[in-house]
């Protein structure tokens, strides 16, 4: 199985601030990742996938980068319904595997 | 809109099988999709269970191969999940999603819906 690793595992922050969340591979996996945003008791929603492209009706603001084991979600300005849990998920070979997450709260 | 939504018992005895439906609305699960069951146990991560194709092929996480069973309704528009032998650490939030194909990515999840394991 491809283990992803996600850092920070939370982060507390402000809104206005720019948040990069990191996620890294076992191997490589070419630019097949994608990012969700997950808030509690509400269905994941994808933000980023293929590393970079940006799903249709997600706000600008975010943005991916990396290919091969490292990627980057970058929020550049937090904006208040952006406080969530952040996941990765590779999707080069199944089992299809998620990083373990990233908090993003309220200082 | 395309809509999924997951139903079954929120409460299964330990041993026992667990079996949740996903309805879906708004698309067919005869077209090219793969549909997915993933669950996130209290306080966890995400975590894959498997997928079934709109063809009936079906892929599971090694974790749960041998207790993990998915099957399509075409009838009905739903597929469904069924896991045997639970315990306490099968209980999590199980949701449903559609996977778009190429590239590979979920883009429509059901709200998830809670499992308990417990006597």
């Known amino acids: 199985d491809i283990q992803m690793t996600q850092a920070p595992s939370s982060l507390s922050t402000s809104v206005g601030d720019r948040v990069t969340i990191t996620c890294r591979a076992s191997q490589s996996i070419y630019s097949y990742l994608n990012w969700y945003q997950h808030k509690p008791g509400k269905a994941p929603k994808v933000l980023i996938y293929a590393a970079s492209i940006l799903q249709s009706g997600v706000p600008s603001r975010f943005s991916g980068s990396g290919s091969g084991t490292d990627f980057t979600l970058t929020i550049s300005s937090l904006q208040p319904e952006d406080f969530a849990t952040y996941y990765c998920?590779?999707?080069?070979?199944?089992?299809?595997?998620f990083g373990q997450g990233t908090k993003v709260e309220i200082e | 809109q395309v809509q999924l939504q997951e139903s079954g018992p929120g409460l299964v005895k330990p041993s026992g099988t667990l079996s949740l439906t996903c309805a879906v609305s708004?698309?067919?699960?005869?077209?090219?999709?793969?549909w997915n069951w993933v669950r996130q146990p209290p306080g966890k991560g995400l975590e894959w269970i498997g997928q079934?194709?709109?063809?009936?092929?079906?892929d599971y996480s090694p974790s749960l191969k041998g207790r993990v069973t998915m099957s399509l309704d075409k009838s009905k528009n739903q597929f469904s999940l069924r896991l045997t032998s639970v315990t306490a650490a099968d209980t999590a939030v199980y949701y449903c999603a559609r996977d778009t194909g190429t590239p590979s990515y979920f883009d429509y999840w059901g709200q998830g819906t809670l499992v308990t394991v417990s006597s």
């Open positions: 998920q590779q999707t080069y070979s199944t089992p299809w595997t």
């Open positions: 079934i194709s709109h063809t009936g092929g079906t």
């Open positions: 708004g698309a067919s699960i005869s077209s090219s999709n793969w």
